[in-house]
Structure formats: structure tokens, C-alpha cells
């Protein structure tokens, strides 16, 4: 037995998209045995590298191709409309083209719906019932749907949507955890299930105060406020750079001591509820204190303050990140562009396995490995 | 019907704030028994952090303390007591999980670290999941959601790009990202210990969490070296696509165009048919012209209507739903996405539901978030055995209280 906490557990990913792409890559680097079946959807060649790795990968032109698979995996991951008839098939991108992966969902669904011991798990835009739930979208479509975009930017402009894919990532990992959750239940009670992930809701739950707070006190929606909710709250530009403070009550006497300026010390800006009537003036200060410190300064300030600092850090800056590098982060997958680096493991503790070029496999090994496999 | 999958599960909580709570209420979701850990003297702030003047018992009363800590239980204990720290090993010796957002070093200044921990219990799990790790040079910084955000590495990824400057999330995105992974952590963890019969260590740090949310970023930047680009709301591959006024104060319209069948649809609707030829690369060079001929059909129009003719029409687009409209949507309120659960200082409202949606077990929402030490008598009695004198000296020494010392403002 391997120190892997999903050595022999069987994914199958159908025709993936990111969504469940990143959902089986997890599974994949936790030792979960990730088939991908049929052509990835919508995937550019940076997210194929992502997302694919640690996985095999078989030819799938029909459900008769993976119908073994789907009678062997533990888990199935989806990221398309599950037909349930009479409901009407998943709709192609392509309109007016024969859509191979949407014979091998409806029949896919069939064969499952037998079973009791899988989780099958889909992960769409607006999730598998409602008027919506034939809507096409995108990424930004279904952030924009699930309120966080209405949130973000600032509020002189138009909303803005988070950088990279947010949506498709938040479905993943929702979909990655439940999964976890769900495989767990089947182990302990005996039965799977199906799992719904819609990425509306995946954004709508997590509206901080604003979703909560405009339902409980109807006063109507929250603005953008850009980067700044409130002075001690926001984004600065600094001598290199980008930094930023999110201060609590209790850390903002230590962020004032750093500020060093005794007009700090009048009621107007010790009271909180006066602070923000002052905020305007007490902005001024903290733009011209970040103004005179580098990212470095801000980093080595905030833990010998306990004051909430950081800084605007890119991918690059991540790579070269020393804690991370410490920390052993980050995997390296061989592409044919050279060594790829990617997100490692998103927690220590449990087993996890470095990453590996996807393998194309034949299917009918599989077929055989997955049947002679004691569950 | 069929059980829940955290049927079973017991799960002391020390988390605080947002991320951490996000996490134990899909454990709790789940079916695990979560028992909330507050000190008198150490609540969790998120009680407190909105003023509410005037109102008794304020504590009890935040829609925001509500939304994260559903379906939990309240024990009152104060752990810098070592009569505290006593009864806790106790729960420990009884439950499944700990887990804990502090700051790295927090746990074990409380002598309550793994192998404290392990003592009491064997095969207990811990999840830590302080920001930056509990190795590693950067271990000793102190964040929040939106700082995450910003050593993670997706506030670099956000911008307008015609102003320079990173954007965060209109939310602590951190938090929540963290959060659910952190109770895929909890799942992993118990079917390893399922498997092996042992307990785990978790070491979650919520920037790395952060950090695989963009994935294809650190290829392009280990590969080619590429840096962040801010497009806006625009895409490197598909074109047009972006966020369009509407008619009304602050009513927007998202719209994504991925194929020339989709372009042709969009430019019949908005009246730009002669435009309708172009292809993607064209599209792209001309995206500020078509830009401008969407918005003029755009801010006509309702965001509602102008979302349902382009679906009608097989485009891409959705509404700006924000913090209000979003509680309106037909098609959640048709999912039952939002619940009105009944509380004993609050009236009802409408609160998100159970995003994990095991169609069989069928997960459901079914209490408010606890009262703060409401649950502190029922545990120690029935857990541990105490009996009322041994309640009423815990309560008198101040280990114990049925209300915060000195609420102020979080």
C-alpha cells in the first residue's frame, strides 16, 4: 500500500472542461487513478498542461469505447448537463454538428443510474434543473450570475471580472472537496451519489457580508468600492509595486503606530465609527507612507507588527517565492515546450505525488486493470 | 432515506472569521456534528465585526456571524486556562476532527499542537490552516482573505489594463477559496484514515490554496515568462466579450461570443448585421468599434429581457446579478438556492443554501447558527458527564459564559 489517501480509486473524466478538469487533477495528485476519456472542451494549451497532468488519457469516439470504465470507476466527473429523460440532450457548442460526447453522456447516464456504489459528479454553469440550466455560458457569465463580478472594479467603471478562470476554479474545487466528502459517505454508509455543482451558486454562497447583508437589512445592493473598502482595508501602490493592509480593530493601533503620525492619536481617528468619517484624510496618510516603502519593507513590517501586509505578487514572483520553494510547492511537468511549473499539492499531510505528462493509454487495458482491480 | 456523509463525525472548531467557518459549514452541511470553540475573552469576531448600536445581545444578532455558522453547535471555553485546555483534551478524546485558523503559532503557544493533540487521541485529525503555512519563512505573516489574494498571485491577474493597477475581489476571496479546501482536507483525511487507521496532520496554507486557482498562469510564466496581462473583461481567445451597460442605475450585462455562429447571432440582435462576417481575429482588431455598437443596443435595454433574447438566440450572456437582484433570480429561486431559516433574535432572510447538492442524501439547511454558549451545558453533560457543580464552578472560574467579556467592535 502506497502512503497515497486515493491509491486505487478510480476517476473517470468525461470530455472534460476546466471545471472538472481541475476537480480530477487534485483527485489525480492524490493518488486517484484519473482516466480522461475523449477530447478536453474549451482547454488551451497551458490549461491542458494544468490540468491534465497525472492523468491517462483514452480515445473515446463513443460510449461503447468507455462503457466498461463507466461500469468500473468509483467516481465519474462531468462538467455537461446529465440527461435524465425526457430531457432534451446536452446542447453542442457546435449547433448543427453531431456532438460524440453527448451520446456518450446520455448513454453514460443510463449505465450509472444502475449503479449504487459511484459518485457521479457534474459540474455545470447553472447546474442541472431550473429555467437556466440550458443557458450557455462561459466563465465570465456564470461569475457575472453568481454576484462577485457585481462587486469587483471600480465603481466609476463597469464591473470587472477576477482574473484567470474563477468560476470554472471555484466549480472545480467545490467539486474536488464534495467529492472527497461523498466518496467518504459512500465508504463509511455504502452508497454514492450524484452531485450537483452549480457555478452560480459556488459564487452566490460566498458573497462575504453583502449578499447577507442586503437580504437582511434591504437596503438595496452593495457598490464596488474598488481597492479600497475602507482605508486600513485596501490596495496601495509602494516604491516597487503593488502592497496592501486589511486591518482588523485590534491590528489598527499597530498599523497607526507604523504610521507614526501623533495626529493618529485624536479621538477622530482612534474611535472606529469617527474613523470613517475621516477616512478621506486618513487614506491620504497610508497612500503616502506606501509610497516610501518598497515590497521588501512591507513583508519584513508586517510580522514583526502583526500587522495584515502583503504585496501584489505575480506567478513569477510565486516561482521564485523562497517559503514556497521551502515549502516544496510547486511540481514540474515535462511538456514539449520545455519544464512546465505548476500548483503542487494544495495541502501537506496527506500523500501526494509529483506530476507527470498526460499518458494515452489504450482503453481496453484500462477495461482490464479497473476489472481486475479489488475495490 | 440516505444518510449524509459526515453522518457520524464530530468536529471541534476553532476557526474564526470567514475562512475557517466557510469550512466546518460544509462540514456541518455534510452531516458532521460541529461544535464551534469560543473563548469569553477570544470570540470569534465575525459576532462583532458589524456595529449594530443599540441592539441586545449584538452578538447573537449578525446576519454575517449567521451566514458561515449554520448547523453548529456552541461551546464556550476558555482555552488560556489550563482548566480550559483540560476539558477541550477531554472533547478531544471524543471527536474526529480539530480544526484551526490561527495565526501559525497560536495553537501550540496553547499547548494544543498535534502531538498534545495526539495524546488525547490517537488517530485524531488536525487541520491547520493559518495563511501562509505553519513552515517556511513566510509562516509568521498574519492575513485575511484579501491579502491572500494578493500573495497568491490572482490580484496580479485583475486590472482593467488601461489604468496599471491590480484589482481584488469585491469579496475577501481568500477566505472561502481556503475554506473549501480545507473541508476537502477533512474528507481526504478521514478516508485515509478509514484506509490506514491513522489521524493526520493537515497543514493547509490558504496562499497555496490560492495559488492553484490559477494553474495555466505559472505555466505561461514558467515556460515563456510571460506576466500578467489585464484585458478587462475581455478574453485572450474569444471575441467580443465583455460587460455592457443596461438601462437602469447600475444594470449590467456580461456577454461572451466563442464562435462566428454566436458573432452572427450577437450582431443580428444589436442591429450591427453588416458586422456579422467578421471573423475572430477581425472581431479582435475591431473590439473597441464593436464594443461601442453593442453598448449603444445595450443601455436600452432591461438586463433581464436583453440576458433571455440573446440565450434565446444561442449567445453567451448573463446578468450582472448584485448583492440585491441576485436574492430575485428565477431560475435559484426555482433551485431553492435561497432559504429563510427561523431564528430567536432575528427575522428571517434569505441565506444561500447547500451548494454541494448530493442529489440522493440531500443536504438541506436545518438550523440557525448557534447562540453564543448555547450548546457549553448540553456538551460537557452529555459528552463528558459533568454534572451541575461541576458546570456552575467551570462557569464561576470564568472557563465557561453564556456571553462575551467586553464586545466592543470586532
Known sequence: MTDLPLDGVRVLEIAPGYSAGFAGRLLAGFGADVVVA????????????????????????????????????????????????PAPLPTSRER??????????????????????????????????????????????????????????HESREPLVTGGNQAYALGGLNAFSATLAAYYGMLVHGEGDWIDISLQECSAAMLELYGPGSAFTGMGASPRRGNHLRAVWGIYPCADGWAGVCCLERQVPAFFRLLDDPVLAEERFADPTLRAENDDELS???YAWFAGKTKADILQLGPEH??????????????????LAERGFFDTVQTRDGAARIPGRPFEGLGWRGARPPQRVDVAGVAREWSEATP | MKKLPFEGVRVLDLTMMWAGPFATKLLAEMGAEVIKVESPQAWDNIRTLIPQPGVEASWDASFYFNDYNRDKKSLVLDLAQERGREVFLQLVAKTDVVIENYRADVLDNLKLGYEALRAAREDIILVSMAGFGKTGAERHHVGFGPIIEQMGGVASLTGYGDDGEPYKTGISYGDPVGGIAAAGAVALALINRKRTGKGSFVDLAQRETMATMIGEAFVASSLRGEDPVHRGNRSARWAPQ????????????????????EWAALAEVVGAAELAGLAVDERRARHDEIDTRISEWSREQDPQAAMERLQAAGVPAGRVLDSDTIHGDPHLLERGFWVELPH???????????????????????????LFGEHTAELLR??????AQELAALEAAGVTSNAPVNPGIG
Open chain 1, 38 to 85: 475523449g477530447e478536453p472542451r474549451d482547454l488551451t494549451d497551458d490549461e491542458q498542461v494544468w490540468l491534465l497532468a497525472g492523468k491517462r488519457r483514452v480515445a473515446a469516439a463513443s460510449f461503447a469505447d468507455i462503457r466498461p470504465l463507466a461500469l468500473a470507476a468509483d467516481i465519474v466527473l462531468v462538467d455537461w448537463r446529465l440527461p435524465s429523460p
Open chain 1, 96 to 153: 448543427g454538428v453531431s456532438d460524440p460526447a453527448s451520446d456518450v453522456l446520455v448513454n453514460a447516464a443510463e449505465v450509472l443510474r444502475e449503479r449504487r456504489d459511484v459518485i457521479v459528479v457534474s459540474i455545470t454553469p447553472f447546474g442541472q434543473s431550473g429555467p437556466h440550466a440550458d443557458y450557455e455560458a462561459t466563465n465570465l457569465i456564470a461569475f457575472a450570475m453568481g454576484g462577485i463580478v457585481s462587486l469587483t472594479g
Open chain 1, 284 to 286: 491620504a496618510m497610508v
Open chain 1, 306 to 323: 502583526r500587522v495584515p501586509f502583503g504585496v501584489v505578487m505575480t506567478p513569477g514572483d510565486l516561482l521564485a517565492n523562497d517559503s
Open chain 2, 242 to 261: 465583455g460587460i455592457y451597460r443596461c438601462a437602469g442605475e447600475e444594470q449590467w450585462l456580461a456577454i461572451s461570443v466563442r464562435d462566428d455562429t
Open chain 2, 344 to 370: 430567536p433574535r432575528m427575522a428571517p432572510w434569505k441565506q444561500p443554501g447547500v451548494v454541494w447538492r448530493l442529489a440522493e442524501a440531500n443536504p438541506h439547511l436545518r438550523r440557525h447558527a448557534p
Open chain 2, 382 to 387: 452529555d459528552l463528558l458527564g459533568m454534572g
